[in-house]
């Protein structure tokens, strides 16, 4: 454990661009790019494997379940499924045998694979739940909603209110719940984003805010700064006339 501890952020770095590679589709609505180019994401995944590990060396008796809820509310917000655990596995066992070669015994490995799928059961479990308590599944939680208002709140915030366009009535949400919105990008990629809730319930609208990411010596945020749709009418008569 303490060697995987030391070289955690080696192997998260190792396991995305591995996994992105093999898999170019999961950056287009799965995963979100502006994490994964900000780097603090990267450690998520792979760091919670290690700690859940830590978990099971000091309580070996139980499960550390209480590290696995935040995640699996992520996780079923974006419709992950089941069968998508297998090529997390594979990827992450990959980039720890890159990173750590021959330390890597059999053993070694045996150990984090059964580490990998206690947490992956316990995280599949714990999304099949969620999944079931709203009646939706992994392909139906994506719902289309029209924009009925866009409040400028402040020239850096802005409230969307969104009213469904299907049959089925919006749930009622407790404090603290965020929706995933899936954004069209320019270029043809769906970027997903949380946003919290920020009105009660009326069985057919949500409303949430979105607040500008400014250029703090990084990129700008690409869907906060779309969202400032006058920003961009501007920008692009601005364009027009050069
Ligand atoms: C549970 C939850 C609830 C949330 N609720 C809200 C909410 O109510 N309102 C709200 O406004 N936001 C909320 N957020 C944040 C929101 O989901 C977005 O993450 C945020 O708005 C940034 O999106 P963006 O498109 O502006 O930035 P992105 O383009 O996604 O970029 C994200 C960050 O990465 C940096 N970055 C991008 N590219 C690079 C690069 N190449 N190198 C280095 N850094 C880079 C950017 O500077 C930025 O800091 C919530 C997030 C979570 C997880
Ligand atoms: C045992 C396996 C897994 C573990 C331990 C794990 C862990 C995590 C953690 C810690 C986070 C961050 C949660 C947060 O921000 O609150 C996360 C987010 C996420 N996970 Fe997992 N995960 C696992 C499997 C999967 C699988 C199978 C997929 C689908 C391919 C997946 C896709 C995602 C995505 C898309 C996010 C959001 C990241 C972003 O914002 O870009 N995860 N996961």
Redesign the pocket.
């Known amino acids: 454990m303490p060697v995987v501890g030391e070289h955690i952020g080696e192997i998260a770095r190792r396991f995305c661009r591995h996994m992105f590679a093999n898999h170019p589709e999961?950056l287009d609505g799965?995963?979100?790019r502006g994490?994964?180019a900000h780097g603090e994401?990267q450690q998520?995944?792979a760091g919670?494997?290690a700690a859940?590990a830590g978990g099971l060396v000091s309580t070996p008796q139980r499960t550390p379940e209480h590290l696995l809820k935040?995640?699996a509310h992520?996780?079923a917000s974006?419709g992950?499924r089941p069968d998508?655990?297998q090529?997390?596995h594979d990827n992450l066992m990959w980039a720890i045998v890159d990173v750590l070669g021959d330390a890597v015994t059999p053993e070694v490995a045996a150990a984090w694979d059964e580490v990998?799928w206690l947490?992956?059961n316990a995280?599949i479990n714990q999304e099949r739940g969620l999944y079931s308590a709203r009646g939706v599944t992994p392909e139906t939680v994506w719902r289309k909603w029209e924009v009925e208002k866009k409040i400028k709140e402040t020239p850096d915030v802005v409230t969307f209110v969104v009213k469904r366009v299907d049959d089925r009535l919006v749930t009622t949400s407790l404090p603290g719940q965020y929706v995933t919105v899936l954004i069209d990008m320019p270029d043809g990629v769906r970027q997903p984003h949380q946003y919290s809730l920020t009105r009660a319930d009326d069985g057919e609208h949500r409303q949430f805010s979105l607040k500008r990411v400014r250029d703090n010596g990084e990129p700008e945020g690409e869907v906060s700064w779309q969202a400032d749709l006058d920003r961009r009418a501007r920008q692009s008569r601005h364009s027009r006339s050069v």
């Open positions: 999961l799965v995963f979100n994490n994964q994401q998520a995944l919670s494997v859940f935040r995640i992520k996780h974006l992950i998508q655990y090529t997390v990998y947490m992956a995280l």
